[in-house]
C-alpha cells in the first residue's frame, strides 16, 4: 500500500462519550417531491466532511435518506461512522447549516441514526480508492 494510505481512518483508539441519543422527533415531511431542488441538496451535502476522514459525507455512505418536498422542505436520515465519533455533537448542524445554504430550501430536518449500523460496505467506489482500501 502507498505510504499516503498507511492511516487507518477507522482504527478508534480510545473510548469517547457515549453517543447522542437517535432523534426521534425529527418528523418526515409529506408531500410532493422537488426534483429541480434535489441535485442541489444532494450537492450540499457533499460538501460537508468528516474532519479525521477526506471523502464527503454522501461518498462515505453516511447519509441513508434525503428527501426534499416541494416548499423547500428537507429531510436528511444519516449516521457517523461510529457513535463514540468525536463530531457525533456538531455533524447534523453542520449537514444542516451546508444545506440549508441551497436557495429554495427554508426547512431542514436531519435525524441522526445508529441503526442500522454504519459499515465500510456502504462507501462508494471513489471513497474506498481515495482512502486506498481498494
Sequence with gaps: MP??????????EHQEP?????AD????P?????????DPV??????????EIPVNLVELGLI???LVKKGGIVFVEM????????????MPDEVKKAV?????????????VWTPPWTQDRMSEEAKLTLGLM
Aim: include cysteine; glycine fraction near 6%; hydrophobic fraction near 30%.
Design 3 to 12: 505510504a499516503e494510505h498507511e492511516h487507518d481512518y477507522f482504527a478508534f
Design 18 to 22: 457515549p453517543p447522542p441519543p437517535e
Design 25 to 28: 422527533e425529527v418528523e418526515r
Design 30 to 38: 409529506e408531500g410532493e417531491d422537488d426534483l429541480k431542488l434535489f
Design 42 to 51: 444532494l450537492d450540499a451535502l457533499k460538501t460537508v466532511q468528516d474532519p
Design 64 to 66: 441513508y435518506e434525503l
Design 79 to 90: 449516521t457517523l461512522t461510529t457513535p463514540s465519533c468525536p463530531v457525533a455533537q456538531s
Design 100 to 112: 440549508s445554504g441551497v436557495e429554495g430550501v427554508g426547512d431542514v430536518r436531519v435525524k441522526l
